[in-house]
């Protein structure tokens, strides 16, 4: 699962700064800083891709060794999917994982267990720390490795494939990870991920 929300940090740290409402400073880097939310989320006790943060090419190798393949390596403070790259081979790994490293102004990467299986969006809001949810619809991935080693988004789509009680399951999932994590933003679409292994959570920004 994924939790996005509508606000770069750069947007919350301007409306701070301006005394405006907005999403707080640090609910805005917790949910869009790739490194910090797979954190939190492992912190809060929800099922996670396994994972690992580096700042050179040769940790994110070492962490790839550790994690096995395939996996994805993706810059820590990009989005748009900018960067993000699967890791199939150990012998060409280097070259999309420095181009990662290259990619982040901080120079952090994160390297995670690469998943397979349906995905679906949970569309919602959040109030006082509770999610609301407003719709559910499921990720078209059709082509999802057109562009390889990139990835393809191409949208969502309606009605879901999950019966009424599999999308109940998935909704209650988002709102606790919602709570749990401390990430709470205003506005979010949290995509799930159902690999035959379990659920799995990882959050990014509607961007990234």
């Known amino acids: 699962m994924t939790l996005g929300y509508d606000n770069p940090p750069v947007v919350a740290r301007l409306a701070a700064e301006l005394g405006c409402p907005g999403v707080p400073v640090e609910v805005a880097d917790l949910c869009t800083l790739k490194d910090r939310r797979i954190a939190a989320l492992d912190r809060a006790g929800l099922p996670v891709p396994r994972f690992s943060v580096a700042t050179t090419a040769d940790a994110a190798l070492a962490a790839l060794d550790r994690i096995g393949l395939p996996a994805v390596v993706k810059p820590s403070d990009r989005t ?13 790994a280097r070259a999309p994982v420095e181009r990662a490293l290259a990619l982040s102004p901080t120079g952090r990467v994160v390297v995670e267990e690469y998943l397979t299986g349906t995905e679906h969006t949970v569309a919602g809001f959040a109030v006082e720390g509770r999610l609301r949810v407003t ?23 309606l009605p879901s494939v999950l019966d009424e009680a599999q ?9 606790r990870a919602s709570t749990r994590s401390g990430c709470a933003p205003p506005s979010s679409t949290p995509t799930s991920c159902a690999p035959p292994t379990g659920g799995c959570t990882c959050w990014r920004s509607p961007a990234g």
Request: hydrophobic share 30%; proline share 2%.
């Open 80 to 92: 748009g999917s900018l960067g993000v790259a699967k890791l199939d081979d150990r012998g060409t």
């Open 167 to 175: 999308r109940a399951g998935w909704c209650a999932r988002s709102s």
């Open 135 to 157: 719709g559910f619809a499921d990720r078209e991935y059709g082509e999802k490795e057109r562009f390889f080693p990139h990835f393809f988004e191409g949208g969502d789509t």
